[in-house]
């Protein structure tokens, strides 16, 4: 290209360009002002063929311009800084399969950006941009950091994704605090070498997805605190080993999932301090080291199954934590319940975890027939599943007193004079009530009328006690 086709804002950028100096075309108080054309073709002639000088390091810098026409760098490989910064672009830049060496569009205006395939060896900088189409970086290979934050995006076509980010590859941060989109972003297959910060985000796609990251795989954390999206997030498969941190975040998708992270690695799960989910709550097959889980934040329909966690934070009595595990669409869990006895065992809370197990027998009864539901009820009565052994007690302690009560009062006849023992209602009680143990005074002495049906009724419910004491132990014992 001639230099004198050019026009004079054209010609300042080109000379600029060969010792990397920065235009700025922006006037001193007129923030949003006029802003001087640069044409798409010049800028990229100037990025692949533009001027050298001896001893300087060229690099295109220009602030608060606008350029027309589609800047194409399609394959093209670009070893100079390129920063386009506050600038306005008439059509989206397209830059799939491109080689750079540090690309920033900083505070400026896009319909969209197309950087597919593209390799970039610094950063890539969106910082407070604004865009009214589609970011594409799918595939792309960053070495440095990818920065989003305060930038605004929304997609023309709810049909595709806002950011489309699938299997991208980030050597370091994904920066995309105060990040406000209206629509999907997809982060399927992506990785990133450090951390993912979406604190203070606003993610909106009413009634669809508004994050999905399966198969994501992150280095460090995944911060999202007060994170508030309106539509799913979907992290299934997703590998953290730090925290994916929600502290004060609001999750809505009502009438469907909220947060699903089912079959994820997590070190740490932050779900405290914000407001009730709205949607459903899929944690199944899911690892997590440290599961911080606030009750008051529980969906009314919470998916538990195979979820597997070593600590539960922060301590509550068992009494608040079993609500969750009835809110798997009714379905009764085993696995759920002996995962919170576990956490409660090893913070040493025994008294917690029998209050869990006691739980998880009685949720079992109502899987059973009949006959099992009254076996059940029964042994609950009797000792709580064996979880309440002073129960058996008092129920024992109460039998004798009443047998005592109604055996002094009344002696039976011995069945041979002369050779029975001298009475004793308590022994004679005790006979009936305990079938193992004998003081040979129910062998000696014969109740009649509503006595002896006294007597049949102590010796069945000491049956009764003693194999529901029996089934007990044997059940507390097996748990240990």
Same mark, same amino acid.
């Given at each position: 290209?001639?230099?004198?086709?050019?026009?004079?804002?054209?010609?300042?950028?080109?000379?600029?360009?060969?010792?990397?100096?920065?235009?700025?075309?922006?006037?001193?108080?007129?923030?949003?002002?006029?802003?001087?054309?640069?044409?798409?073709?010049?800028?990229?002639?100037?990025?692949?063929?533009?001027?050298?000088?001896?001893?300087?390091?060229?690099?295109?810098?220009?602030?608060?311009?606008?350029?027309?026409?589609?800047?194409?760098?399609?394959?093209?490989?670009?070893?100079?800084?390129?920063?386009?910064?506050?600038?306005?672009?008439?059509?989206?830049?397209?830059?799939?399969?491109?080689?750079?060496?540090?690309?920033?569009l900083r505070e400026s205006e896009l319909p969209g950006l197309d950087a597919s395939h593209t390799r970039i060896d610094g950063g890539l900088r969106l910082t407070r941009c604004r865009m009214s189409g589609s970011v594409r970086?799918?595939?792309?290979?960053?070495?440095?950091?990818?920065?989003?934050?305060?930038?605004?995006?929304?997609?023309?076509?709810?049909?595709?994704?806002?950011?489309?980010?699938?299997?991208?590859?980030? !050597?370091?941060?994904?920066?995309?605090?105060?990040?406000?989109?209206?629509?999907?972003?997809?982060?399927?297959?992506?990785?990133?070498?450090?951390?993912? !910060?979406?604190?203070?985000?606003?993610?909106?796609?009413?009634?669809?997805?508004?994050?999905?990251?399966?198969?994501?795989?992150?280095? =460090?954390?995944?911060?999202?605190?007060?994170?508030? =999206?309106?539509?799913?997030?979907?992290?299934?498969?997703? &590998?953290?080993?730090?925290?994916?941190?929600?502290?004060?975040?609001?999750?809505?998708?009502?009438?469907?999932?909220?947060?699903?992270?089912?079959?994820?690695v997590i070190g740490e799960l932050w779900l405290r301090e914000g407001a009730p989910i709205k949607g459903r709550l899929n944690l199944r097959r899911a690892e997590v080291g440290q599961l911080q889980l606030q009750p008051e934040?529980?969906?009314?329909?919470?998916?538990?199954? !195979?979820?597997?966690?070593?600590?539960?934070?922060?301590?509550?009595?068992?009494?608040?934590? $079993?609500?969750?595990?009835?809110?798997?669409?009714?379905?009764?869990?085993?696995?759920?319940?002996?995962?919170?006895?576990?956490?409660?065992?090893?913070?040493?809370? !025994? &008294?917690?975890?029998?209050?869990?197990?006691?739980?998880?027998?009685?949720?079992?009864?109502?899987?059973?027939?009949?006959?099992?539901?009254?076996?059940?009820?029964?042994?609950?009565?009797?000792?709580?599943?064996?979880?309440?052994?002073?129960?058996?007690?008092?129920?024992?302690?109460?039998?004798?007193?009443?047998?005592?009560? =109604?055996?002094?009062?009344?002696?039976?006849?011995?069945?041979?004079?002369?050779? =029975?023992?001298?009475?004793?209602?308590?022994?004679?009680?005790?006979? $009936?009530?305990?079938?193992?143990?004998?003081?040979?005074?129910?062998?000696?002495?014969?109740?009649?009328?509503?006595y002896q049906w006294l007597a049949y009724v102590l010796i069945v419910t000491g049956w009764i006690l003693a194999t529901t004491v029996v089934a007990g132990v044997t059940r507390t014992v097996s748990r240990q």
């Amino acid at each position: 290209m001639e230099i004198n086709a050019l026009t004079p804002a054209e010609r300042r950028v080109w000379r600029a360009f060969a010792t990397g100096a920065t235009v700025d075309f922006r006037v001193a108080g007129e923030e949003n002002g006029p802003r001087p054309a640069l044409r798409a073709a010049v800028l990229r002639a100037l990025l692949l063929n533009g001027p050298r000088e001896p001893g300087e390091i060229a690099a295109l810098k220009v602030v608060g311009a606008r350029v027309t026409g589609v800047l194409d760098l399609r394959q093209a490989v670009v070893d100079s800084v390129f920063r386009l910064v506050h600038c306005h672009f008439d059509e989206a830049p397209n830059l799939v399969g491109a080689q750079l060496a540090h690309l920033s569009l900083r505070e400026s205006e896009l319909p969209g950006l197309d950087a597919s395939h593209t390799r970039i060896d610094g950063g890539l900088r969106l910082t407070r941009c604004r865009m009214s189409g589609s970011v594409r970086l799918s595939r792309a290979q960053i070495s440095g950091a990818l920065y989003l934050d305060g930038a605004q995006v929304t997609a023309p076509d709810p049909a595709q994704p806002a950011l489309q980010f699938n299997q991208v590859s980030i !050597d370091d941060d994904l920066c995309a605090r105060g990040l406000r989109v209206q629509g999907l972003i997809r982060l399927d297959g992506a990785s990133v070498a450090g951390s993912i !910060d979406l604190q203070d985000a606003e993610l909106s796609n009413p009634g669809s997805q508004v994050l999905t990251a399966e198969s994501l795989d992150v280095g =460090a954390n995944l911060l999202a605190r007060r994170l508030r =999206a309106d539509g799913r997030i979907d992290l299934r498969g997703a &590998r953290v080993p730090g925290r994916v941190d929600l502290l004060r975040s609001t999750l809505s998708n009502p009438g469907d999932t909220a947060l699903r992270v089912s079959s994820c690695v997590i070190g740490e799960l932050w779900l405290r301090e914000g407001a009730p989910i709205k949607g459903r709550l899929n944690l199944r097959r899911a690892e997590v080291g440290q599961l911080q889980l606030q009750p008051e934040m529980l969906p009314d329909q919470v998916r538990l199954l !195979d979820l597997t966690y070593t600590f539960l934070t922060p301590h509550e009595p068992a009494e608040r934590r $079993l609500p969750m595990l009835e809110r798997d669409d009714g379905a009764f869990d085993p696995h759920a319940y002996e995962q919170l006895t576990a956490a409660y065992r090893r913070i040493g809370d !025994d &008294r917690a975890a029998r209050v869990v197990q006691l739980a998880k027998q009685r949720r079992h009864r109502r899987t059973l027939p009949w006959y099992g539901r009254a076996w059940g009820r029964l042994q609950d009565a009797a000792v709580g599943y064996g979880f309440r052994p002073l129960r058996a007690a008092g129920w024992l302690l109460s039998l004798l007193a009443v047998g005592s009560i =109604a055996y002094a009062g009344h002696h039976p006849p011995p069945l041979k004079e002369g050779e =029975a023992p001298d009475f004793n209602p308590v022994f004679y009680t005790l006979d $009936l009530l305990l079938p193992v143990i004998s003081f040979g005074q129910e062998s000696a002495y014969a109740p009649a009328g509503g006595y002896q049906w006294l007597a049949y009724v102590l010796i069945v419910t000491g049956w009764i006690l003693a194999t529901t004491v029996v089934a007990g132990v044997t059940r507390t014992v097996s748990r240990q």
